[in-house]
């Protein structure tokens, strides 16, 4: 046995999983409007159940803490609070601020009524992020009023951004700013931030992550499957910005799979291998994440070195077969959680 640094899920939405073997063609748009009608059906005791199922399966899988990006209600969100719990998994909920578009569970009346919700999540005792949805769910005085919350609070801010092209062209059409410029401008950029996807950022959208000090969460295996478009990996790497991954639409639950596919998008675009270091790949699938959730301690996972995807191989390149080579099911909870 091996013990590591937990991986940390740092962007989930765990009801998402039900669409597996559902949602098939279309587009982006097509599969969000399954989606939407899913999040319209669910009870908060399914929720509970359901939840509990995703995150068993996160901590089957070598995740030890998650981010729940969460935008289905308030006490929906204490339910996947406790599901977190009994499933031993360290929790943070990102809690939604949705106030335009969606249907009304997304949505909140005002950003004060949204932060009233998010103190009510705090006394409650479960640890919490501020999360503007998108620039399509939070007009831009919003997104300045929750930046400044986040800051004031030290809380850590994430927002999706630049998943798709036509989000682009619509924030571009009512801002006259791409999204992760209009993201800076209203002050949701800085070191605790993390925007979610940032698939098709420009070099000046990247040089604003780079120099706020922002991370980049990135979710390849739900981007493939949605069709999304490729991080530009390189680039990011070159401006040295930090990444972390989530598993989103968990169509896949697998922390090497997506640290895989984060190398992989890499060496498809560069014709090179080795883009980034298995250190630096192990950091992103667990430090870093804690980092963005503003978790201090989280579990470790352990590797069991007995596993026949691991025969063969030296002890001295197990860290990169286990990125190169393993599914997530070598990974195992250590033996007191
Ligand atoms: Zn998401």
Excluded at 29 to 43: K, N, Q, V, Y
Excluded at 251 to 266: F, K, S, T, Y
């Amino acid at each position: 046995m091996l013990t590591l640094p937990g991986f940390v899920d740092a962007h989930c939405h765990a009801f998402q999983r039900a669409l597996r073997g559902r949602g098939h063609g279309g587009d982006f748009w097509a599969w969000r409007d399954e989606m939407i009608a899913l999040a319209g059906s669910l009870s908060v005791a399914e929720i509970r159940s359901e939840y509990l199922e995703v995150y068993r399966e996160l901590r089957a899988n070598g995740y030890t803490a998650v981010g729940e990006f969460h935008y289905l209600g308030h006490e929906e969100a204490k339910a996947a609070a406790d599901a977190a719990d009994e499933a031993g998994i360290a929790f943070v909920c990102l809690y939604a601020c949705y106030l335009r578009g969606g249907i009304p569970r997304f949505r909140q009346d005002s950003v004060a009524v949204y932060l009233r919700e998010l103190e009510a999540l705090r006394d409650a005792g479960i640890r919490v992020g501020v999360a503007p949805h998108s620039v399509r769910a939070c007009p831009a005085d919003a997104l300045t009023e929750l930046g400044r919350y986040a800051a004031e609070h030290e809380l850590p801010l994430h927002v999706h951004a630049d998943e798709q092209p036509r989000e682009i062209e619509e924030c571009l059409a009512e801002h006259g700013l791409r999204p992760i410029e209009l993201l800076a401008r209203s002050g949701c950029l800085g070191p605790s931030s993390t925007v979610v996807h940032a698939t098709h950022a420009d070099g000046g959208e990247l040089d604003l992550l780079r120099d706020t000090g922002s991370r980049i969460c990135v979710c390849p295996t739900t981007e493939a499957n949605l069709g999304d478009g490729f991080l530009p990996v390189a680039r990011v790497c070159h401006r040295e910005i930090g990444m972390c991954i989530g598993s989103d639409s968990n169509v896949r639950i697998d922390p090497l799979e997506e640290l895989r596919e984060l190398e992989g998008i890499a060496r498809r675009q560069t014709g090179k291998r080795g883009v980034i270091s298995v250190d630096a790949l192990l950091s992103f699938g667990a430090d870093e994440g804690a980092a963005a959730l503003g978790l201090d301690v989280w579990p470790d996972a352990v590797v069991d070195l007995e596993h026949p995807q691991l025969r063969g191989v030296d002890e001295a390149a197990v860290y990169e077969a286990l990125l190169f080579s393993c599914t997530g099911d070598v990974l195992r909870k250590t033996s007191d959680q």
